[in-house]
T-cell receptor
């Protein structure tokens, strides 16, 4: 099935460092989402983006909806041990307020934070 | 805690068998979506049920079928299980068809 390309695949960083990851698609999306998944749990929504060029923050997390609508970026500032997990991007062809919310997920970025 | 509950949490089946997975949606949500997540991959959309009707389907064969009940809980049925069906099956509920998804913890299916 279709999956979005996420980079990097994994990151091993020290506590306090900043983190950047990105997601690219060959298709245009009208909605970009970023999720975090902890072991044994389902994905939890971190940030939702609805407009090309939009920059949205949620605490230490900042995400951007690329101008081309084919990419998105997530930054985490001053990482802490509880940031450990797998981060997924997801795109929706429709508007998140539209007829359906079928999501296409990325391949995931595994983040490990050393105290 | 998202309020979305799935059962069973783990199960083991053999090739050719059939399986039913269950999902209770968050209170007030009328839409349930099912995703398959293979090990090391992102979730893949299977289908969505909105007010008891299928409302969109991903690239999965007909042996994957679903049902939504009047209380908006849902079942995912998979017939003639294959080894590649081994995965975490995630259910997500939402308020209306295009609302934010709230995922359950998943049902881990192993096919031997």
């Amino acid at each position: 099935g279709q999956q979005l390309n996420q980079n990097p695949q994994s990151m091993f960083i020290q506590e306090g460092e900043d983190v950047s990851m990105n997601c690219t698609s060959s298709s245009i999306f009208n909605t970009w989402l970023w999720y975090k998944q902890d072991p044994g749990e389902g994905p939890v929504l971190l940030i939702a983006l609805y407009k090309a060029g939009e920059l949205t923050s949620n605490g230490r997390l900042t995400a951007q909806f690329g101008i081309t609508r084919k990419d998105s970026f997530l930054n985490i500032s001053a990482s802490i041990p509880s940031d450990v997990g797998i981060y997924f991007c997801a795109g929706a062809a429709g508007n998140y307020g539209g007829a359906t919310n079928k999501l296409i997920f990325g391949t995931g970025t595994l983040l490990a934070v050393q105290p | 805690e998202t309020g979305v509950t799935q059962s069973p949490t783990h199960l083991i089946k053999t090739r050719g068998q059939q399986v039913t997975l269950r999902c209770s949606s968050q209170s007030g949500h009328n839409t349930v979506s099912w995703y398959q997540q293979a090990l090391g991959q992102g979730p893949q959309f299977i289908f969505q049920y909105y007010r008891e009707e299928e409302n969109g389907r991903g690239n999965f064969p007909p042996r994957f079928s679903g049902l939504q009940f009047p209380n908006y809980s849902s079942e995912l049925n998979v017939n003639a299980l294959e080894l590649d069906d081994s995965a975490l099956y995630l259910c997500a509920s939402s308020l209306e068809a295009a609302g934010e998804l709230f995922f359950g913890e998943g049902s881990r299916l192993t096919v031997l």
